[in-house]
């Protein structure tokens, strides 16, 4: 479908009337890295030296859907290749209005936008997302918390809104839901405490 028949959907009842159909990062990122080996499109701009070696690996893991780890000596080009894989994102996509956690209009994970879609139905509003915007990067040091990474209830929140703690609505999210349809990519893992790395686990 045209992006640009797409893109004047500023509603949910619209965007069902353009065709758009919702596909996870690792399919879109699969196809359109796909459509450039079939346009010969220089895949990896400004990287040297390792086109018969990390490249083609790289592409192989966008291929199988995987997620990856890098590892290699400082300088080697490691986060510089994760941020060149934005290009291989569709040029914009369809998020609800005000979500904050990039939710698919046809796919809503949030509570937020789930209640927003019961309430609003078909006028639901919708803004889009360019793929400059679907990159988080977040260094790991000793000090990253698990609020910081997945979230933490917030009581001022719950107390304005007066919601019980166990509401999703008094939740203050961290990167990686805010992360959710984004490339998120965790430099120096090793430098977080085990702990928090067990939680990513989980």
């Known amino acids: 479908l045209n992006i640009l028949t797409m893109k004047l959907a500023k509603t949910l009842g619209e965007l069902k009337l353009s065709g758009y159909q919702p596909r996870s990062i690792k399919t879109e990122?699969?196809?359109?890295?796909?459509?450039?080996?079939?346009?010969?499109?220089?895949?990896?701009?400004?990287?040297?030296?390792?086109?018969?070696?990390?490249?083609p690996d790289v592409q192989r893991a966008i291929l199988?859907?995987?997620?990856?780890?890098?590892?290699?000596?400082?300088?080697?080009?490691?986060t510089?290749?994760?941020?060149?894989?934005?290009?291989?994102l569709d040029?914009?996509?369809p998020v609800v209005e005000g979500s904050d956690l990039n939710d698919d209009p046809i796919q809503p994970i949030s509570k937020f936008a789930i209640?927003?879609?019961?309430?609003k139905g078909d006028d639901t509003p919708i803004t889009w997302l360019h793929r400059s915007e679907r990159y988080v990067e977040k260094l790991a040091t000793p000090d990253v918390t698990v609020a910081d990474l997945i979230g933490d209830v917030d009581p001022i929140k719950a107390a304005s809104l007066k919601l019980h703690y166990s509401n999703e609505n008094v939740i203050h999210f961290g990167l990686v839901p805010r992360a959710n349809r984004s490339i998120f990519v965790i430099n120096e893992l090793p430098d977080l405490q085990a702990r928090i790395q067990i939680t990513l686990f989980n």
């Open 91 to 93: 040029e914009y996509i």
């Open 80 to 88: 510089r290749i994760a941020r060149l894989m934005v290009k291989f």
């Open 29 to 55: 990122l699969r196809a359109n890295l796909i459509e450039s080996i079939k346009n010969k499109q220089n895949l990896f701009d400004g990287i040297i030296g390792y086109d018969s070696t990390v490249l």
């Open 115 to 119: 209640e927003l879609i019961k309430e």
């Open 64 to 78: 199988s859907k995987h997620n990856m780890l890098f590892l290699g000596l400082r300088g080697q080009a490691k």
